[in-house]
């Protein structure tokens, strides 16, 4: 039996209800891999599961995305070796953790031009970016675009991948101090989000062009101010709530602000079985090959830290992504 120090949630509050324990890990089951992690992901819905603004089943872990070296395999596992350098964002809460055991058909084989740690700070949110450029709006050349929280993790990816495929992208940020990462992120202008008329900067930004699409992963605070910088017949795409859960819009407000379509997609049903997850990754890999996607750690945390990952996310105290290491 081998033991593994993993994060635990017991209830729902503040980051200092998490911590970290030392219990047995099985063996793998028929169909599992048992992955040493090597570097975690952590994303925003990590806060929302933390809250219970998402509630789930208590006690339980957290995280969703890690890569690390396959050091056993369940019986039925195939196309898998030990040794395997592997990743995984979509295997169930519970990647706050230094070992997991996580099904197979979970995860990805990880290339050499990817990282361990480029796949735990990308793969979530990279694929996210997947599905919001390829899926839910094809980017072209010359739109657009309307990237709020421009220099957050997903925020930086979107504004680069979007850029390389040839968009237009005006960023919005919380502080000024982030100004930099998404003008480096490839924003061609930064909007400051506590300016009170923000919409109005921004129509004053692009000479009074309204985006083809806005990407609003903030929620309450911007959502309906969103709308009016979409274009007509323009999508407003609801993705996140770091505000908090967007309000309910009603569908006459749509038609009024210029027959505007309203998504709110997530990243799990883009990538809902192995094969198109597979598909979507190797998608997502093409593009760090390329350079159109590039590893932008804002700060390393330990996993005996993990309360203090959650304290500075949610004081958005650093752009970029953050890596969690075991």
Same mark, same amino acid.
């Given at each position: 039996?081998?033991?593994?120090?993993? $994060?635990?949630?017991?209830?729902?509050?503040?980051?200092? =209800?998490?911590?970290?324990?030392?219990?047995?890990?099985?063996?793998? *089951?028929?169909?599992?891999?048992?992955?040493?992690?090597?570097?975690?992901?952590?994303?925003?819905?990590?806060?929302?599961?933390?809250?219970?603004?998402?509630?789930?089943?208590?006690?339980?872990?957290?995280?969703?995305?890690?890569?690390?070296?396959?050091?056993?395999?369940? +019986?039925? =596992?195939?196309?898998?070796?030990?040794?395997?350098?592997?990743?995984?964002?979509?295997?169930?809460?519970?990647?706050?953790?230094?070992?997991?055991?996580?099904?197979?058909?979970?995860?990805?084989?990880?290339?050499?031009?990817?990282?361990?740690?480029?796949?735990?700070?990308?793969?979530?949110?990279?694929?996210?970016?997947?599905?919001?450029?390829?899926?839910?709006?094809?980017?072209?050349?010359?739109?657009?675009?309307?990237?709020? +929280?421009?220099?957050?993790?997903?925020?930086?990816?979107?504004?680069?991948?979007?850029?390389?495929?040839?968009?237009?992208?005006?960023?919005?940020?919380?502080?000024?101090?982030?100004?930099? $990462?998404?003008?480096?992120?490839?924003?061609?202008?930064?909007?400051?989000?506590?300016?009170?008329?923000?919409?109005?900067?921004?129509?004053?930004?692009?000479?009074?062009?309204?985006?083809?699409?806005?990407?609003? $992963?903030?929620?309450?605070?911007?959502?309906?101010?969103?709308?009016?910088?979409?274009?007509?017949?323009?999508?407003?795409?609801?993705?996140?709530?770091?505000?908090?859960?967007?309000?309910?819009?009603?569908?006459?407000?749509?038609?009024?602000?210029?027959?505007?379509?309203?998504?709110?997609?997530?990243?799990?049903?883009?990538?809902?079985?192995?094969?198109?997850?597979?598909?979507?990754?190797?998608?997502?890999?093409?593009?760090? $090959?390329?350079?159109?996607?590039?590893?932008?750690?804002?700060?390393?945390?330990?996993?005996?830290?993990?309360?203090?990952?959650?304290?500075?996310?949610?004081?958005?105290?650093?752009?970029?992504? *953050?890596?969690?290491?075991?």
């Amino acid at each position: 039996m081998t033991t593994r120090r993993v $994060a635990l949630l017991t209830e729902f509050g503040p980051p200092q =209800v998490l911590s970290v324990a030392t219990e047995d890990l099985p063996p793998p *089951m028929p169909g599992e891999v048992q992955i040493r992690q090597t570097a975690i992901g952590f994303n925003f819905i990590d806060i929302y599961q933390r809250t219970g603004i998402y509630p789930l089943p208590l006690p339980t872990g957290l995280g969703f995305e890690a890569a690390g070296v396959v050091e056993a395999l369940g +019986s039925c =596992v195939a196309g898998i070796a030990v040794g395997d350098r592997v990743a995984y964002m979509n295997a169930g809460v519970g990647a706050y953790a230094d070992r997991r055991n996580v099904p197979a058909e979970k995860l990805v084989t990880l290339p050499d031009t990817v990282t361990d740690e480029a796949a735990a700070t990308l793969l979530f949110k990279g694929m996210t970016a997947q599905y919001l450029l390829r899926k839910t709006h094809p980017v072209q050349a010359g739109d657009l675009l309307l990237v709020h +929280s421009a220099a957050g993790g997903v925020g930086q990816i979107l504004t680069r991948w979007a850029t390389a495929l040839g968009a237009t992208v005006v960023g919005t940020t919380g502080s000024p101090q982030k100004r930099d $990462a998404a003008l480096a992120a490839g924003c061609a202008e930064v909007i400051d989000l506590n300016d009170p008329d923000w919409p109005q900067v921004f129509l004053k930004a692009t000479g009074g062009r309204k985006a083809r699409v806005v990407y609003d $992963a903030i929620g309450k605070d911007t959502l309906v101010r969103s709308l009016d910088c979409a274009a007509p017949f323009g999508l407003v795409v609801s993705y996140g709530a770091s505000s908090g859960k967007a309000p309910a819009i009603e569908p006459e407000l749509l038609n009024k602000k210029g027959c505007l379509f309203l998504t709110r997609p997530s990243v799990f049903p883009h990538n809902a079985d192995a094969a198109t997850f597979r598909a979507n990754a190797a998608d997502l890999f093409d593009a760090i $090959a390329a350079g159109h996607v590039t590893v932008d750690i804002g700060a390393r945390f330990p996993l005996d830290a993990i309360a203090d990952v959650h304290v500075a996310a949610e004081a958005r105290r650093f752009g970029g992504a *953050m890596l969690i290491t075991p």
